[in-house]
């Protein structure tokens, strides 16, 4: 079992960054496939980025590829997204996500993670 948690949200201006942070509790953190999915209002949970247990792997939806960056401290028990050159379109709420098993299938689908966060909000404004 594992709880997360998500911190770093809030507004900013379009061309900004952003950092979100997700702490996880427990032991086992380091077992774990962690994602970044994103649900903007009236539109379905979305992928955005996921990175494998031991920060090697790495996968981006296009849309952020070059804009956003996700990496992780298994000593902290931390995912982090950095999120550069923001656009209105990345307004959203964002969650942070762990999976149990590995599979680049599984990665990119919400269906493929075990526990979520509680999401925090961004709002990227024009």
């Known amino acids: 079992q594992v709880q997360l948690a998500e911190s770093g949200g809030g507004l900013v201006q379009a061309g900004g960054s952003l950092r979100l942070s997700c702490t996880a509790s427990g032991r086992t953190f380091s077992r774990y496939t962690m994602g970044w999915f994103r649900q903007a209002p009236g539109k379905e949970r979305d992928f955005v980025a996921g990175?494998?247990?031991?920060?090697?792997?790495?996968d981006y939806v296009d849309s952020v590829k070059g804009r956003f960056t996700i990496s992780r401290d298994n000593v902290k028990n931390t995912v982090t997204l950095q999120m550069n050159s923001l656009k209105p379109e990345d307004t959203a709420v964002y969650y942070c996500?762990?999976?149990?098993?590995?599979?680049?299938?599984?990665?990119?689908?919400?269906?493929?993670?075990?526990?979520w966060g509680q999401g925090t909000q961004v709002t990227v404004s024009s």
């Open positions: 996500a762990a999976a149990t098993v590995y599979s680049s299938y599984t990665m990119r689908r919400s269906t493929g993670y075990d526990y």
């Open positions: 990175i494998t247990w031991n920060g090697i792997g790495t």
